[in-house]
């Protein structure tokens, strides 16, 4: 019964009143005096201070930790706000509400929230600032670098944030740029290679190892000093291929030249069209791959030096095809000159090689380019000679169908001779006018150039002068044919008043002429043979041989001089003006 009491009846363990009640019972069993029972009470009471001020001393550091747990848990998330640069956080607890330990199990995930909240800024942060060292070491040409920048935990705001980034954007730009400023010189340099025939990966390799087609884009190199290394070899490929260029063309034009000299063939030229393509072509025209390689031009030069030798051996025959171009310039222009002389000092020349080959050309050139200039001032009056010349052979047709007594008769071609001594009389009433043309352009062509103006050696003046004589002297026989007729005329009418009609014995009738060319330029009406012959060609110009040679017959002047009389002309074309100017 006594144990059951010590019992707490609630918990069924016992407690220190059951316990002490106990004690006593055993106390009294054994005897113990009072003293040394409140000694022994003394001693529990003191053991039990102890542990209780044990347990207070506990509880003290306890709170004290967890008051230190919470003002660093506070302070961390104060420093944690700072770093992520927030002014605030939703959720955070008063400091006044609340046991400590509630407070800390309220700051608690929020501290976490934000720990894992600057983990991710961190992250950020490096990554950014990686990338920004990266592209920093490619500009500065330094791309090994490998130490890991340092995050400042410190400022973690996305302010901060924004500006790293702003900054890397800036440097992707300037990378990009860079990149393809990079692309472009090497297109270029691989353009310019092909071009000149030279290795593209050997020259581009040169400048930087990565710039070869095997590495990726953004793997190229793109510091400044691959940059300013490009260009240098841009420019230098871009002189070299103007310095080609020049020399090919150089190369082109003499081949040309020498082809000209000596008539090659189309189908050997056409072995250099490769050449000669681009002889007139600007830098930036070239463009096919292989076109100024260096063994085309070594190709070229070598056959400009086989050329010139082949030049060396036919130089006779070159000057002497100058020779006849120039015979052919003076021949068509009417300039009378000595060509076998002209011919044998070429001749001499040659033989004597006191004159290099190409200066004897050039000079030949020269004297070709002089004829030509002249036969152009020449040509104005030539043309003008020429049609002078073909009137005159009208009017000698004329003079001749006019004494055809058969010529209205209705016989085959009639009526073509009629139309012909239409146009005839016309062209022939403006040959006066087209003398006092001649004879003013002629004398102004004197005065230009100080000599007088020859046609095929012979003075045009002279022979225009010589016309003018001839044209008067016919006009003074056939005024002496009309008086001589009229003499007659009359005569017969007296005879006629006397004997009557009949056919005079002393005009026996002859045979009827048939119109055709006159023989020795004489006509029946007692024309004076002090006159000029034309040549055998019908326009008057010199003739020339089949081999090109000029034929050194005098020059000569229209047959006939005189045009048929005003009652002539008038009886067959009314109002025909004789000053009216010569057209062809």
């Known amino acids: 019964m006594a144990v059951a009491d010590a019992e707490n009846p609630l918990l069924g363990e ?16 054994v005897g113990e005096n009072d003293e040394e029972r409140d000694k022994m009470l003394l001693q529990l009471e003191q053991e039990c201070l102890d542990v209780y001020k044990r347990k207070v001393d506990q509880a003290v550091k306890s709170r004290a930790h967890l008051l230190q747990a919470l003002a660093d848990a ?9 770093a992520l640069g ?27 929230q934000l720990w894992k909240q600057k983990e991710e800024r961190v992250k950020e942060f490096s990554d950014v600032q990686s990338q920004i060292q990266r592209i920093c070491g490619e500009i500065a040409g330094n791309s090994s670098l490998s130490e890991v920048p340092a995050v400042d935990e410190a400022d973690l705001s996305l302010k901060k944030l924004d500006e790293f980034q ?21 297109s270029t340099v691989h353009d310019l290679c092909a071009v000149l025939g030279m290795d593209f990966f050997s020259t581009v390799t040169e400048v930087h190892p990565s710039l070869n087609d095997s590495t990726g884009v953004q793997s190229k190199s793109i510091s400044n000093d691959t940059l300013s290394r490009l260009a240098k070899t841009v420019l230098a490929l871009k002189e070299d291929k103007k310095q080609r260029l020049r020399k090919l063309q150089e190369l082109a034009t003499q081949l040309i030249d020498l082809w000209n000299l000596m008539d090659t ?11 000669t393509c681009n002889i007139s072509a600007s830098v930036d025209e070239v463009t096919i791959p292989g076109a100024l390689a260096l063994d085309l031009i070594e190709q070229a030069e070598v056959e400009v030096e ?53 200066e004897l050309l050039a000079d030949m ?79 102004a062509w004197e005065e230009e150039h100080g000599i007088p103006f020859a046609y095929d050696g012979v003075p045009l003046l002279a022979m225009l002068d010589e016309y003018a004589m001839l044209r ?56 004076p043979g002090r006159r000029l012959s034309l040549n055998a060609n019908q326009n008057g110009a010199r003739s020339t041989s089949k081999d090109g040679k000029r034929d050194n017959t005098r020059p000569v002047a229209p047959v006939n001089y005189v045009a048929i009389s005003k009652e002539d002309a008038t009886s067959h074309v009314s109002g025909t003006d004789p000053e009216q100017p010569f057209s062809p």
């Not at 063939?265 to 050449?275: G, I, K, N, P």
């Not at 002389?341 to 001499?348: D, P």
């Not at 003074?476 to 009359?490: N, T, V, Y």
């Open 166 to 186: 702003g900054r890397l954007q800036e440097l992707q730009k300037e990378k990009s740029e860079r990149l393809h400023k990079v692309l472009d010189f090497v």
């Open 265 to 275: 063939s189309d189908e050997e030229r056409s072995l250099f069209d490769h050449v």
């Open 86 to 112: 927030e002014k605030s956080f939703v959720g955070i607890p008063d400091k006044t509400s609340g046991t400590i330990k509630e407070q800390l199990a309220a700051i608690a995930p929020m501290l976490e």
């Open 365 to 443: 050139d020269n004297q070709i380019a002089r004829a030509k200039e002249e036969a152009f001032s020449r040509r104005d009056i030539l043309d003008k000679v020429e049609k002078w010349m073909s009137a005159c052979e009208e009017e000698s047709w004329l003079e001749d169908y006019n004494r055809d007594e058969n010529r209205y008769n209705s016989s085959r071609g009639a009526h073509l001779n009629l139309k012909r001594a239409e146009k005839a009389r016309i062209l022939v009433n403006k040959i006066p006018a087209l003398v006092d043309t001649l004879v003013a352009k002629t004398r």
């Open 14 to 29: 016992p407690t220190c009143g059951s316990l002490l009640q106990k004690l006593q019972q055993i106390w009294d069993e």
């Open 306 to 358: 086989r050329l010139d030798q082949l030049k060396a051996s036919r130089m006779k025959e070159i000057a002497f095809k100058r020779q006849a171009e120039l015979e052919e310039i003076f021949a068509r222009a009417h300039i009378e000159i000595d060509p076998e002389v002209a011919r044998a000092k070429i001749m001499a020349l040659i033989d004597s090689g006191d004159i290099e080959p190409s």
């Open 472 to 527: 008067h002297d016919r006009e003074e026989e056939k005024r002496r044919m009309r008086d001589h007729k009229k003499f007659h005329e009359q005569l017969n009418t007296e005879q006629e008043a006397i004997f009557g009609s009949r056919p005079s014995p002393g005009r026996p009738v002859g045979p009827k002429k048939v119109v055709g060319p006159r023989a020795n330029g004489g006509g029946a009406n007692g024309t």
């Open 74 to 82: 506070q302070l961390e998330l104060s420093h944690l706000l700072s």
